[in-house]
């Protein structure tokens, strides 16, 4: 609503993981890399971790647009899946027909051959599991015996796990050794400094049309900063809510009382959440 006052052509701190906003703050730009050097080098395992909301889905958006067509992908976004339902989607993904009835070794049998034939052809599998963190005990299993597959010279398939930081304590426990010890690059996503969320917020304002004359005054960067503990996401929501209330008062120049206000209209009072959990258990529900 307050787009074309201010001469913008999208809203600037929208919730969706789009890499037309993307910012490449030191950690995105490392984690970016892990992730890319990693897939090219051809490395079997590779694990990204971070906090609710600090970019990790966005990080896999960027990967999927860089990747070339020597790469296969299959990019796996929610795996509260059976694990006959994770090999359809893979096989999907990969445009693998399924053949006979569809039992879990028909599906198997597909994978395998088509994994085969990509090493013949000088392709290479991915598959990318957003939220891994949720994955059962049963799909870790399955994805372990996926990853098994090998070649004359080599496995078949690179995986990369992509979840909250529970994901670190999950592999390292149920009997998982074998799995973690075979990842071999991993990469934590920390939270934005107060200078990268200042430069976050003006790319984002800049991305979204803003010649210069919207500007976030140091006052109210520092306070977003305070209450988002430096995570994307609650930047945006603070900073989308400090818009609002700058946009009511016909300002330019978006203050500290209007993030104020943007929390306020959030529905907590000033100093309710002090601790990033507050605000992030408002967001996640
Ligand atoms: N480097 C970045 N540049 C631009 N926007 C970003 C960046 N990182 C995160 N965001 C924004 O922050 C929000 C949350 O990002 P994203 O959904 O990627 O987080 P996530 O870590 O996958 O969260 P979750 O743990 O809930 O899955 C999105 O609106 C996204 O656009
Ligand atoms: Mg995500």
Redesign the pocket.
């Known amino acids: 609503m307050y787009e074309q006052f201010f001469g913008l052509r999208e809203k600037p701190?929208?919730?969706?993981?789009?890499p037309h906003?993307?910012?490449?703050?030191t950690v995105?730009r490392e984690a970016i890399d892990h992730l890319y050097y990693g897939l090219v080098r051809g490395e079997g395992f590779i694990c990204i971790y971070?906090?609710?909301?600090?970019?990790?889905?966005?990080?896999c958006r960027e990967i999927l647009r860089m990747l070339d067509e020597r790469f296969v992908v299959s990019y796996v976004l929610n795996p509260f899946l059976t694990e006959k339902e994770l090999l359809r989607t893979i096989l999907g993904d990969f445009g693998v027909e399924v053949p006979g009835k569809g039992t879990k070794k028909d599906l198997m049998d597909a994978l395998e051959r088509f994994l085969l034939r990509c090493a013949d052809e000088g392709r290479n599998p991915v598959v990318i599991i957003?939220?891994a963190q949720n994955l059962s005990p049963a799909l870790l299993e399955q994805i372990r015996v996926i990853s098994n597959f090998e070649g004359n010279k080599r496995k078949l398939i690179q995986i990369v796990f992509?979840g909250?930081k529970e994901l670190r304590e999950m592999l390292a426990k149920r009997g998982l050794r074998q799995l973690n010890q075979r990842i071999t690059v991993r990469y934590e996503?920390e939270p934005l400094t107060r200078e990268e969320t200042a430069r976050?917020i003006h790319?984002?304002l800049v991305k979204a049309g803003s010649r210069g004359d919207l500007v976030f005054s140091e006052r109210a960067v520092k306070r977003i900063h305070r209450k988002s503990s430096g995570i994307?996401?609650l930047?945006?929501v603070l900073a989308d809510r400090a818009l609002l209330s700058a946009y009511v008062r016909n300002s330019f120049l978006v203050d500290v009382r209007d993030v104020k206000e943007g929390e306020k209209s959030l529905g907590e009072a000033d100093g309710l959440f002090p601790k990033r959990r507050g605000l992030l258990a408002f967001l996640?529900g």
């Not at 701190?13 to 789009?18: A, G, K, R, S, V």
């Not at 906003?21 to 703050?25: A, C, D, G, P, V």
Request: hydrophobic letters at 30%.
């Open positions: 701190f929208n919730l969706t993981p789009d906003f993307l910012y490449l703050s995105h971070g906090e609710v909301g600090v970019g990790k889905t966005t990080i957003d939220e992509v909250q996503i976050y790319h984002r994307p996401r930047i945006n996640t």
